[in-house]
Structures are given as C-alpha cells and as structure tokens.
Nanobody, 125 residues
Framework: QVQLVESGGGSVQAGGSLRLSCAASGYAFSSYCMGWFRQAPGKEREGVAKIDGYGSTNYADSAKGRFTISKDNAKNTLYLQMNTLKPEDTAKYYC???????????????????WGQGTQVTVSS
C-alpha cells in the first residue's frame, strides 16, 4: 500500500536550515505530483511547495526564495530544503501525494490522496 514517511524535522534557531525527507513506497513515485504542507497549532494546514511528475516546482509565497523542493526518483524520496528559517515556520510538516503527475492549481488538500504522519519543525528566535 502507499506509504509516506517524513523525517528530518527538529529544533533550530532562526536563520538556520533543515532538510526534510519523505520516503515513499507502494506506488510509482516518479509519476505523481508531490507536495509539502504544514500546520501550526491553532492554524489551518497550508501548502508550502509542490513538484509535479515532470519535475516542475511551485512554491507558496511564504516559501519562495528560502525553501527548495526536490525529489530523487531513484530513491523514491521527496525533499524540502529549508533555509533562513523563521519562528513563523514552526509547524508540523507533511508530505502528500497527488492524484496523478499533474499538480493542480493552488494547494487544496482534496487534491492529495495520501499523506504522511508529519515531522515537527520548531524554530526559535
């Protein structure tokens, strides 16, 4: 069955960096849109970045210039490199698989059919 397992979260000071990983299994990883989302306590889940089955990327405004989404199809792994982290980046980060290789416009949760359990990122000032 489809499994998504995130790792790489942790605690870091503002200005620091983290790289999140999402190990995927149970499906043809390269053929699907993949996204990163995050949810902070008391807030709605929001999209961060996505990459389609062709490798094209898109970023939410909050991530532009600081975060980089990438994937290694040979390792069935999705990454999120996060630089210049800010306290407002504190959240639980989730990877998600889309319904096919095309990423839909926006970051609607309904466009993603499988989700990982999340990894916590905490940024202190």
């Amino acid at each position: 069955q489809v499994q998504l397992v995130e790792s790489g979260g942790g605690s870091v000071q503002a200005g620091g960096s983290l790289r999140l990983s999402c190990a995927a299994s149970g499906y043809a990883f390269s053929s699907y849109c993949m996204g990163w989302f995050r949810q902070a306590p008391g807030k709605e889940r929001e999209g961060v970045a996505k990459i389609d089955g062709y490798g094209s990327t898109n970023y939410a405004d909050s991530a532009k210039g600081r975060f980089t989404i990438s994937k290694d199809n040979a390792k069935n792994t999705l990454y999120l490199q996060m630089n210049t982290l800010k306290p407002e980046d504190t959240a639980k980060y989730y990877c998600a698989r889309g319904v096919d290789r095309y990423c839909r416009l926006g970051y609607r949760s309904n466009d993603y059919s499988y989700w990982g359990q999340g990894t916590q990122v905490t940024v202190s000032s």
